[in-house]
Structure formats: structure tokens, C-alpha cells
């Protein structure tokens, strides 16, 4: 039987349960889920790389079928060199729909071969961000509900709380 695998991409910085909802849903379509965590010199982040793909890993440490790996470049490069011809996204509220419709068009126009699934979280997640969870964190805010337990004990971690 054909092996089905998907690249869902992004910063992950750090990923939420909202992210994990959707690899969760993602894994019921596909044998494998690559989390691509992007390097990206030009966008400042909380984690470093390593930091980012250790969380991502310590999340699903349970789940053979998830791998995860940090990609710098072109993502359709790297769904070439991987073999890969899926791309998985996530949808919360409408806002997310113009920029990600851009960014399909992109990389479908870069190679014709590769297409992008989006799915939708549980709604409890439509409103989680990274960017939410770290001012609320940075507050010292309770972000249990809304991120997996190594991600809340770095959190504390960064911010000393
Ligand atoms: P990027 O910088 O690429 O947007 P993110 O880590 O913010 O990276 O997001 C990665 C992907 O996960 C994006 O497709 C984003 O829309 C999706 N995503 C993030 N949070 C949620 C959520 N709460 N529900 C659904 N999708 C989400």
C-alpha cells in the first residue's frame, strides 16, 4: 500500500494545542505528518529552532507517525527533495483565508504537482495563537488550557513565572 504523508509547515513558535489538534486530524487522512519548522532569519522568535522542534517532538513523543524537522528555503523545494506532494495548513477565523489562499496559489505556481489541505481546529482553538499564548505568558496569564505541557513548563521558564 502507498505510504500518504503531508508537510504542515509554520513557525511554531511554540505550537499549541491548537497546532496539535490539527496534526491530530491530519493524521487521520495521512500514513505520516512532517512538522516542518520553518528557519526564518528575518522573523524574530521566542525559541530558537532547536527549542521549537524539541517541544514539537516532546508533544509527540507518543505518536510514531508524526516527525519533525526544521526547513529553511523554499518549502516546495523541500517537498521535492522529500517527495512529498501534500501540504497541510490549518483555517481558524477568516482572517487566516486571504493570506493563506495567496501563499497555495504561490506554491502550486512554483510546482503545479504540489496541493494544500486545510482543516479547521476543534472551535475552542478558532481564536489560539502563538502570538496570544506568549503575551498572556508573558504576563504571567495561566496557558494551561491552550498549549501542552512541555510548552507551558518552557514558557515559565522564559518569562520566570
Ligand atoms: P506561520 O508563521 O506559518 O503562520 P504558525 O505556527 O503560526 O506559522 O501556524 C502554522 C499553521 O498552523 C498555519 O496554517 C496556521 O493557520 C495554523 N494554525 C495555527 N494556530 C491554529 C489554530 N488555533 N487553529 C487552526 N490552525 C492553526
Given at each position: 500500500m502507498t505510504q500518504r504523508a503531508a508537510v504542515y509547515p509554520g513557525?511554531?513558535?511554540?505550537?499549541?494545542l491548537g497546532h496539535v489538534d490539527l496534526v491530530r486530524r491530519g493524521l487521520s487522512l495521512f500514513d505520516e505528518i512532517v512538522v516542518a519548522v520553518a528557519i526564518n532569519s528575518a522573523k524574530h522568535t521566542l525559541f530558537s529552532l532547536d527549542e521549537r522542534v524539541e517541544l514539537i517532538r516532546r508533544t509527540f513523543a507518543?505518536?510514531?507517525?508524526v516527525r519533525v524537522t526544521g526547513f529553511e528555503g523554499l518549502l516546495v523545494d523541500y517537498l521535492q527533495q522529500n517527495g512529498i506532494g501534500t501540504l497541510l495548513r490549518g483555517l481558524r477565523a477568516i482572517s487566516d483565508f486571504d493570506y493563506e489562499f495567496q501563499i497555495s496559489q504561490m506554491n502550486r505556481a512554483l510546482c503545479p504537482e504540489v496541493d494544500t489541505v486545510f482543516l479547521m481546529t476543534g472551535s475552542q482553538y478558532f481564536y489560539l495563537s502563538s502570538s496570544v499564548i506568549k503575551e498572556v505568558a508573558r504576563f504571567g496569564g495561566d496557558v494551561s488550557a491552550w498549549v501542552p505541557e512541555p510548552v507551558q513548563a518552557a514558557l515559565a521558564g522564559k518569562f520566570g513565572n
Open positions: 513557525s511554531f513558535d511554540p505550537i499549541t507518543d505518536e510514531p507517525r
